[in-house]
Nanobody, 127 residues
Framework: QVQLVESGGGLVQPGGSLRLSCVVS????????IGWFRQAPGKEREGVSR?????????WYTDSVKGRFTISRAPIKDTVFLQMNNLTPGDTAVYYC???????????????????WGQGMQVPVSS
């Protein structure tokens, strides 16, 4: 059973930073993709960033977070971080990490292609 456990969410002021973590356990394939998604009130869930567990990281960011967010993997590959800097109220959402184990979706950022999800964390950006 694949499980994802997220941590690091919470209230932050505009201009502040947070580091989200996601630990994946139970994956039985060598290469897969871990993504970060978010869902703001009244909006659809959207992809924020994703990284593959391949020897050369394949990374993607949605345009609105480029230059502010950085995704990375720990040396123990099943831990992924999302460093979020210069946060704005527009970043307020519930943040999820998810895993896509099918190699067909190694480069996907669409929520529908991700099989396993964490429980989600509130990230309110407010003064």
């Amino acid at each position: 059973q694949v499980q994802l456990v997220e941590s690091g969410g919470g209230l932050v002021q505009p201009g502040g930073s947070l580091r989200l973590s996601c630990v994946v356990s139970g994956a039985t394939v060598q290469y897969y993709t871990i993504g970060w998604f978010r869902q703001a009130p009244g909006k659809e869930r959207e992809g924020v960033s994703r990284i593959s567990t391949t020897p050369e990281d394949m990374i993607w960011y949605t345009d609105s977070v480029k230059g502010r967010f950085t995704i990375s993997r720990a040396p123990i590959k099943d831990t992924v971080f999302l460093q979020m800097n210069n946060l704005t109220p527009g970043d307020t959402a519930v943040y999820y990490c998810a895993a896509a184990l099918n190699l067909r979706f190694l480069l996907s950022s669409a929520p529908k292609n991700f099989d396993y999800w964490g429980q989600g964390m509130q990230v309110p950006v407010s003064s």
